[in-house]
């Protein structure tokens, strides 16, 4: 598969706010409000901008909701004409995600080499500063009853959960870090929400620029669990463990700087997680929301 090399680690500095920013011309920028108020622009005519224009440009589409009115033809076009560092970009300067907000996901891992037949379905309500988050899983999805809670200010390396279903186990303490913790899951529970892919994608693409690869390899428009986003599908040269995946694809949110669906593929070819976040909402929680004696809760 042919790549295009053009970057370089400084551009990921920049990125990184390490470095000064383009500085626009007076022209490009009168270009841009008058684009903000025409959504419906030739991609032709915003990949001709400077990359601060054209993030400027898709953030405004994507808030006004103008973005997730394109086809997918329209969306396809625009998405190969951007800049290398507009995604990047566009991701990095955010936000990604809300403060306090309320999400459903559906996820899949590869555990002890098993591709689990059923999807885990979630309710998570995460808050920040401090880090507190309750997670469910729900009746049709894999591991149903489960819940767990996890707050920093009380026990910044623990989480309370139990297993749910018709046994409803008493409630355990465990490490983040235990056998238990990661009996479903590679990640830790404070891995959950649509910050860390996020955050993952900008720390993959350093090490993306020191091999000579930031354009994706394919950019299409998938719909995954019935969530529409641009996928960039990114393949790396040696794979495991220099980098998180041998191949990965990241589909962004239409209406925010974020990233809605990731899959993840390992030196075989195999798919090894997927992640679909199906509504991401913000919201405002009270202590009792990470409470295990919340009354609506099985603890």
Known sequence: MNRRTFVTNAAWLTIAGCMSPWIAHGEAIAETMAVAAAPDVLPAQVGRWPVDQQVRWLRHAAQTGALEKLDDAQLLALFQSFDP?????????????????????????????????RADHMLVRLTREPLRIYA????????????????????RDQMVGHLGGVLNVMPLWVSL???????????????????FIASQFLAEGKKFAESGIMRPDQIDVKTLDGVRVVAFTYETPTGQPAYYAKKETLGLDLRHPWFQTAESYDNEGR?????????????????????????????
């Open 85 to 117: 560092l507009t995604v990047p970009r566009y991701i990095q300067e955010g936000p990604n995600g809300y403060p306090s907000y309320e999400f459903t996901m559906r996820r899949q891992e590869r555990i002890r080499g098993i591709w689990p037949s």
């Open 271 to 299: 798919l090894f997680e997927k992640i679909v976040f199906e509504t991401v909402t913000p919201k405002t929680f009270d202590d009792s929301t990470f409470d295990p004696k919340n009354p609506a809760y099985k603890f």
């Open 177 to 195: 870090n235990g056998a238990l913790a990661h009996a479903q899951s590679h990640h830790q529970v404070r891995d959950l929400g649509t910050e």
């Open 136 to 155: 469910k899983w729900l009746p049709d999805g894999a591991h149903s009853g489960q819940e767990i809670i996890y707050d920093e200010s009380r026990r």
